[in-house]
């Protein structure tokens, strides 16, 4: 079962625009929400995170949106630049236990010059 | 500050045979996690380590796969016999307590024929 789903699979956007990947989550323990930047060969660097007491955070281009209620967290990228093509990983866990994270299914984004 | 070193960066084997890999975590990192990232997914928890000893190991096929960190510091995992199916990226990653920021690894990458 996956605790985290990711869309979409795949973004395609021209340089300057803002790209948007949307993730779910059902298990309402999860107090901890991270968004990973991968390139290939690579393993994935700690974007940017979020916590459920705040609907929104920025940092740089980046941004978190959260929505408690709906269980939903997304990330946008102001002004994308062809360096930022990569492939975008949300994730989720909770302080409770032993913190692990659940990682989504990735969003491979490209950005045109 | 060095980052989390892993070796080998690549392995191919064919299936039935052993392999080990083995991660060096951030100094002063005292939890140390095992990923399996398999092509066009995210990654997933295999083993986490609090020092020399396991949190959690629930998703470690434990017929197989095995991991140590006896010195609380280096960690070997080691799959015995692999399977078509253990073809994957192999991550490791450490943080300074279980409640942290993780970092990741470059990986090695595992194919088995």
């Known amino acids: 079962q996956q605790q985290v789903k990711q869309s979409p699979q795949s973004l395609i956007v021209q340089k300057g625009g803002i790209p948007i990947i949307n993730c779910a989550y059902e298990n309402t323990a999860f107090d901890y929400f991270p968004w990973y930047q991968q390139f290939p060969g690579k393993g994935p660097a700690l974007l940017i995170a979020i916590r459920p007491d705040v609907s929104e955070k920025k940092e740089g281009r980046f ?13 946008h990228i102001m002004d994308s630049q062809p360096g ?6 949300c994730a989720a866990s909770s302080h409770t236990g032993a913190n692990n994270l659940f990682f989504g299914t990735g969003t491979r984004l490209t950005v045109i010059p | 500050e060095a980052g989390v070193a892993q070796s080998p960066r690549y392995k191919i084997i ?14 002063g990192h005292a939890t ?16 986490q ?17 095995s991991a140590e960190r006896l010195k609380g510091v280096d960690s070997t995992l080691k799959i015995q016999p692999a399977k078509l199916e253990d073809s994957a990226v192999y991550l490791c990653a450490s943080s300074p307590t279980h409640e942290n920021e993780q970092f990741f690894g470059p990986g090695t990458r595992l194919t088995v024929l």
């Open chain 2, 14 to 27: 064919e299936k039935r045979q052993s392999v080990a890999f083995w991660c060096n975590p951030i100094s």
């Open chain 2, 32 to 47: 140390l996690y095992w990923y399996q990232q398999i092509l066009g997914q995210g990654p997933k928890l295999l083993i």
């Open chain 1, 63 to 75: 941004t978190i949106s959260f929505n408690k209620s709906a269980k939903q967290f997304s990330l």
């Open chain 1, 84 to 89: 930022d093509s990569a492939t975008y990983f």
């Open chain 2, 49 to 65: 380590f609090q020092n020399n000893g396991v949190v959690d190991d629930s998703q470690l096929p434990k017929d197989r796969f």
